[in-house]
């Protein structure tokens, strides 16, 4: 560091002009607020396609029997389905996009840690996606497993698995490599003086985040892995016939995907622990039982993968410990959320768009929450298991609660990262459609699953009919709500009034920079508070 | 446009990159993990086949095996010794052995596969199929444990020739060493996961 | 207050009242309080906002509080569900076989059927097999649900306690015809019930090659012996038959004879009877040998 | 930034290691071609364990690394130990 602080004129990190131009300026990107608008980019293409594909199921369920599609192309659907929106939208979602443009700034730093190692994991993050588009289109057929891939299904199957698998694969490496890349990040790069409890709260989410993607996700690559080897040379491990267990890549593999539902979900509770505060003008209550809530459900959600497996035939022993665990793990997010409406209390409350998404997310997320106890007992559970009613669980709690925590961080970041404002008056519109089109679209299928309806049906006794119309109408208007919402962030992209740097009066670091930032993030050291939420 | 004088400075962080390199151990502990949960739930079923299967497997060999890896474990680290007396001349040499023990562990390991072959014994043979559920498994999983193995013994070796030739032009030096020091820290993990892919493969009967 | 159409279905519905109710109060008071303080502390209001200090007390309590709660809702979970565990030892037993996409009910003395026909008020087991993937056994009505696995005993039970028939489904996803695989529970009076087993036919031994051949490859899941159609043809007297076949658009007639068979084997696609998709059936080639070919071609010959 | 706070270890102290390492080994070999039954695994694996606790203290300097890196390792190592006790929960009552 050996050049004179001379004052560097101020260049957004937008126009910069680097060794690259064009197009190769931001595929040789290595400044991370560039890199995480690449993902943001690659995962609203993927999500729109996932989305098409969730409509595409809601027209075939709209009547018994074949509407528009085959049985076997429906199988595929809601496989390509699963895995693009799993693997590909939610798990990278919020840490790779949000995570890489507001991480280092919000500890001050100029960039994560290897910032060329973060080029190389969106690389192969769109490697992944090109295989797992490929896997659709290889000779043997989309793959017709649903995305947890179970055996023996999937090793006697003819259709591209091992594309699939090896799809996920690559997906996951690039996870942990992100993963590695922030854990890093936050302990090295901290600006000098701040301490790990100086800290803002979605860093903390992040950082337990990190964790869960670089301990869990290799238990997946190395049971894909195996899969693909089974499939391969006819080793069992997994299909009864040849002599494995299947039961035992239910383990392996829920040992990976329990904990990767908080991949999801951790960063989408930073996100709304930084916008409530913000908007009540409040600092947050209890920051220290948020920051350790977040660790203790990465810490607890290694050891409840169980719940999933309930009817398979596990021993009784092990359903109790499941179940006990997972009960034990609802309770920090129940800290979390009472923290949350406490910040409200006696706050100066702006309700702006990004506070009402957050509202919203609260909602939402209670009601995936709490159905997730009910799957979590073992006897509730028995009787809803594999039914549409997990299937509106986790869509209540993925986009009711990662979804709407998205749609929340990009509208109360979009004028940092753009330095533009959208109309705010439409933003409100888009959300109401939304919300009402959500609930319509998955309340239904709580009640049809009590009643007994499976999932991945293509086809349903005509009981359920009145609740699958009122679910697939629910869709479109959800559908209608999103265009909205991207008609509005895209023209204000385009063409939106300029912003100030800090509209909102936020009082982490990233609003204490121009919008939008300049390369190196912070020209003159930024100041660091003791307090983040310090609003005097 | 004229080029900028945004400067991005030279930031080298030793303690990042060996944290780093230690976070990427974690992974690897963990792929190995699940392959060692896959071999403890299948042992404890088929116990009796296992015993009998790794009789098939030479234990003179696995032993033999065993001390290469922990000399080449030694030496690896006697390298980084060296590089931090500043003694590039040792560093090399003790490099050069350390590779020399990688390329014999895959020769004997070539060596044992190469016998198993010549039986009729690798993934996806007709006699594979003809054995019965534990010794199908055991066997599978020797030969996927031990080939997941090798590959990391030879991405090892990569990273040490890169090291090697980055020492020999300097660009490792006793200011900055910390590539060797992770490519070290990468050979001793290999050296870790056979301590005990050792005992649980050879030594079961 | 329940009703009564087995055994679990108090324990399995209160412990769902109980934890639905615990958490429909939160969202009714939760959501409550985010609207009352939105209109409450508005900004539009005008006052400053209180810095309020973290209250440990006051944390702790809900911590405390959740716990209890959710302690309490494991515990009415395993309650319920307990039961499910611990069959009588005078229940009368029958196998429930999986394959893809059927169920079958094997009754004592080799008698097959396929609905399941259960007297009331007796308890009954349920052993579950499956010859392929996994299935799912599950009876909504009855609150009970468990997977068929391959080579793995598991078991359920009931005491049905209401006439009727009940809807069986499966549950687990297994392939191309899941959301077809349905069966019936019908519950019926003891003396139905006996009158009922005693016609129900023995299966008869069939003891073919052949049929081995056909089962154990999985045919069986797209061809059925009976004429019904299920994936791809019936293979009920197809040898000597005419078949019109419609490959990429070529239409042809053709008798099925060997060397049909043994091509429809190994390359399928070669030769698509009309009104099939192509690339349903893989090719068995290297699967199946030639003198097995000849041994399933045997069996078809004499299925008329 | 030089890499002055990594402990530099003599070569002395790494043959010494080393010849724990073989001679662990060598015991590891001896007691499992005498029969102990069960016992046998358990034996194999402590010494394994041993084993690895050398190799990461001494080659791998995690002796003299901070606090919170040897946490980490140790946490990494409890996690796995504690999902293959929980897996046997299941295979153990079955
Ligand atoms: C973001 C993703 C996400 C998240 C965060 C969760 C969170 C939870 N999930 Fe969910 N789950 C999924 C995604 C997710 N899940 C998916 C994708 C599946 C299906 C996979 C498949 O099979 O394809 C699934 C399936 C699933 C099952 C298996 C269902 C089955 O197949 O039988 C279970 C069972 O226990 C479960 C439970 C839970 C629980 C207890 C939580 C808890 O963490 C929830 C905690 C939150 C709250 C409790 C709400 C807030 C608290 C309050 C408002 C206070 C009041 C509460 C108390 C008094 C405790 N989930
Ligand atoms: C994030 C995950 C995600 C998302 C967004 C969706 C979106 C949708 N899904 Fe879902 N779905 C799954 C994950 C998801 N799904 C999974 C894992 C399965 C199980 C697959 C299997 O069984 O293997 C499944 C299965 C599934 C089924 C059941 C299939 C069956 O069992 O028979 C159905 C049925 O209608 C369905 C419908 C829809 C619809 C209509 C939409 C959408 O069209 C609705 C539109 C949604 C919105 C407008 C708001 C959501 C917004 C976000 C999440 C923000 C995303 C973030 C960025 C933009 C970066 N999905
Ligand atoms: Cu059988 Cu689904
Ligand atoms: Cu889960």
Same mark, same amino acid.
């Given at each position: 560091m050996s050049n004179t602080t001379e004052k560097i004129e101020y260049v957004s990190y937008l126009d910069h002009q680097g060794k690259y131009k064009g197009i190769m300026s931001w595929l040789m990107a290595t400044d991370h607020k560039r890199i995480g608008l690449l993902y943001m980019y690659a995962i609203i293409t993927f999500f729109f396609i996932g989305v098409l594909l969730g409509l595409m199921m809601k027209l075939e369920l709209?009547?018994?029997?074949?509407? &528009?599609?085959?049985a076997k192309m429906y199988n595929s659907v809601f496989t390509l389905h699963g895995i693009l929106m799993i693997f590909?939208?939610? &798990?990278?979602g919020l840490s790779a996009v949000f995570g890489n443009f507001f991480l280092p700034i919000l500890i001050g730093a100029? *960039?994560?840690?290897f910032p060329k190692l973060n080029r190389f994991s969106w690389w192969i993050f769109i490697v992944g996606s090109i295989m797992a588009v490929l896997s659709q289109l290889l000779? *043997?057929?989309?793959?017709?497993?649903?995305?947890?891939?179970?055996?023996p299904y999937s090793t006697t199957t003819n259709s591209n698995v091992i594309m699939a698998t090896a799809a996920a694969f690559v997906l996951g490496f690039s996870s942990i490599l992100t993963g590695l890349n922030f854990i890093v990040t936050i302990h090295q790069m901290r600006?000098?003086?701040?301490?790990f409890f100086h800290m803002p709260l979605f860093p903390w989410a992040l950082y337990a985040t990190a964790w869960i993607q670089l301990l869990a996700t290799p238990v997946i690559g190395i049971t894909l892995l195996m899969l693909i080897a089974e499939r391969a040379? /006819?080793?069992?491990?997994?299909d009864p016939a040849l002599g494995g267990d299947p039961l035992l890549f239910q383990h392996l593999f829920w040992i990976y995907s329990h904990p990767a539902v908080y991949v999801m979900m951790l960063p989408a509770m930073g996100v709304i622990t930084e916008i409530i505060p913000t908007f009540c003008q409040r600092q947050i209550y209890g920051y220290k039982a948020v920051a350790i809530s977040s660790l203790a459900i990465a810490a607890v959600g290694?050891?409840?993968?169980?719940h999933h497996m309930y009817?398979?035939?596990?021993?009784d022993q092990a359903r109790w410990f499941f179940s006990l665990l997972t009960f034990i793990v609802a309770v920090p997010s129940a800290i979390k959320v009472f923290n949350w409406i406490t910040t409200m209390y006696k706050g100066s409350i702006d309700v702006q768009p990004p506070f009402l998404y957050a509202l919203a997310f609260i909602f939402l997320f209670i009601i995936g929450g709490t159905t997730g106890l009910l799957l979590g007992s073992v006897a509730t559970n028995v009787q809803v298991h594999d039914t549409a009613f997990v299937v509106a669980h986790f869509h209540y709690i993925i986009f009711g609660g990662m979804g709407f925590a998205f749609f929340a961080a990009i509208h109360y970041w979009f004028p940092k990262m753009y330095g533009r404002m959208y109309d705010i008056k439409l933003a409100n519109i888009s959300l109401v459609i939304k919300f009402i089109g959500f609930n319509l679209l998955y309340f239904p299928q709580f009640i049809i699953g009590v009643q007994g309806m499976p999932r991945r049906y293509f086809d349903y006794p005509e009981q359920f009919q009145p609740a699958q119309v009122i679910s697939s109408v629910g869709g479109f208007i959800l559908a209608f709500g999103l265009f909205l919402m991207v008609y509005n962030l895209v023209k204000a992209a385009k063409s939106g009034a300029v912003a100030p740097a800090n509209p909102w009066k936020?009082?982490?670091?990233?609003? /204490? &920079?121009?919008?939008?930032?300049?390369?190196?993030?912070?020209d003159e050291a930024p100041i660091i508070k003791v307090n983040p939420y310090d609003y005097k | 446009m004229s080029e900028k004088t945004v400067h991005v400075d030279e930031h080298r962080d030793d303690e990042a990159s060996k944290l780093g390199m230690w976070l990427f151990i974690f992974t690897e502990l963990l792929l190995f993990g699940g392959l060692f949960l896959v071999y403890s739930v299948f042992r404890v079923q088929y116990h009796e086949a296992f015993h009998q299967s790794s009789l098939e497997l030479s234990v003179t060999l696995g032993a033999l095996n065993t001390v290469i890896l922990l000399i080449s474990s030694m030496t690896i680290a006697m390298a980084l010794t060296a590089m931090q007396k500043n003694d590039q001349k040792r560093a090399l040499i003790f490099i050069g052995i350390t590779l020399f023990c990688a390329a014999l562990f895959l020769f004997n390991k070539y060596f044992e596969w190469g016998a198993k072959f010549h039986h009729g014994?690798?993934?996806?043979?007709e006699l594979m199929a003809l054995l019965d559920r534990g010794h199908l498994l055991y066997f599978s999983l020797y030969f996927f444990m031990t080939g997941l193995h090798a590959l990391h013994i030879v991405i090892g070796m990569t990273l040490l020739i890169v090291c090697y030739f980055q020492v020999k032009n300097k660009k490792i030096n006793n200011k900055d060493y910390v590539l060797l020091e992770n490519g070290a820290l990468y050979w001793h993990l290999v050296d870790l996961i056979w301590i005990f892919l050792f005992p649980l493969m050879y030594l079961i009967s | 207050m329940f009703d009564n159409s087995s055994n679990f279905v108090q324990g399995v519905d209160s412990a769902f009242l109980i934890i639905t109710g615990i958490s429909v109060f939160f969202l009714v008071v939760l959501t409550g309080l985010m609207i009352y303080f939105v209109i409450k502390y508005n900004r539009k209001k005008g006052k400053p906002a209180v810095q309020i200090k973290d209250n440990s007390l006051l944390e702790i309590t809900w911590i405390t509080i959740p716990m209890i709660l959710v302690l309490y809702m494991f515990y009415i979970g395993w309650e319920g569900f307990i039961p499910m565990r611990n069959v009588p030892k005078d229940a009368m037993e029958v196998t429930a076989i999986g394959s893809m996409w059927k169920f079958e009910f094997e009754y004592k003395g080799n008698k097959m059927s396929d609905t399941m026909v259960v007297p009331i008020n007796k308890a009954v087991k349920v052993n579950l097999a499956s010859k392929d993937v996994l299935h799912g056994f599950s009876v909504p009505g009855f609150r009970i649900k468990e997977d068929m696995v391959p080579q793995k005993d598991n078991y359920t039970w009931f005491i049905p306690g209401k006439l009727g028939d009940f809807d069986i489904y499966c549950?687990?996803?297994?392939? !191309?015809?899941h959301s077809y695989m349905m069966s019936l529970i019908k519950v019926v009076s003891q003396e139905e019930f006996d009158m009922w087993l005693k016609a !129900?036919?023995?299966?008869?031994?069939?003891?073919?090659l052949g049929l081995k051949l056909l089962e154990k490859n999985g045919c069986i899941a797209c061809h059925s012996l009976d004429g019904s159609k299920v994936v791809?043809?019936?293979?009920?007297?197809?040898?000597?038959n005419m078949r019109n076949l419609n490959t990429n658009g070529i239409k042809k007639d053709i008798k099925v004879d060997d060397a049909y068979i043994k091509t429809s084997i190994?390359?399928?696609?070669?030769q698509i009877v009309d009104g099939y998709p192509k690339g349903l059936m893989k090719s068995y080639k290297g699967l199946i040998s030639d003198t097995e070919i000849e041994q399933i071609t045997q069996y078809l010959k004499e299925l008329k | 930034m030089a890499n002055n706070t990594t402990h530099t270890i003599e070569y002395k102290t790494l043959v010494k290691i080393l010849l724990i390492l073989l001679f662990l080994t060598f015991i590891t070999i001896s007691v499992t071609s005498i029969h102990l039954g069960a016992l046998t695994v358990t034996v194999a694996l402590l010494i394994a364990g041993a084993k690895a606790y050398l190799v990461l203290s001494n080659f791998m300097h995690l002796k003299y690394e901070s606090l919170l890196l040897r946490i980490l390792v140790a946490m990494v190592f409890v996690l796995f130990a504690l999902i293959l006790v929980i897996t046997f929960i299941d295979y153990a009552f079955r």
């Open positions: 709209l009547a018994p029997g074949e509407t &528009i599609m085959t590909m939208v939610v &798990i990278p100029k *960039d994560v840690a000779k *043997d057929g989309p793959p017709d497993t649903g995305w947890t891939f179970y055996a600006a000098p003086g701040m301490k040379f /006819q080793i069992g491990f997994f290694f050891l409840v993968w169980g009817t398979s035939g596990m021993s936020g009082s982490t670091l990233e609003w /204490q &920079i121009p919008s939008p930032p300049s390369l190196e993030n912070f | 014994l690798y993934p996806g043979s | 549950t687990v996803y297994c392939g !191309l015809n !129900l036919p023995v299966k008869k031994a069939d003891n073919s791809g043809p019936s293979f009920k007297g197809i040898y000597g190994n390359e399928p696609d070669a | -």
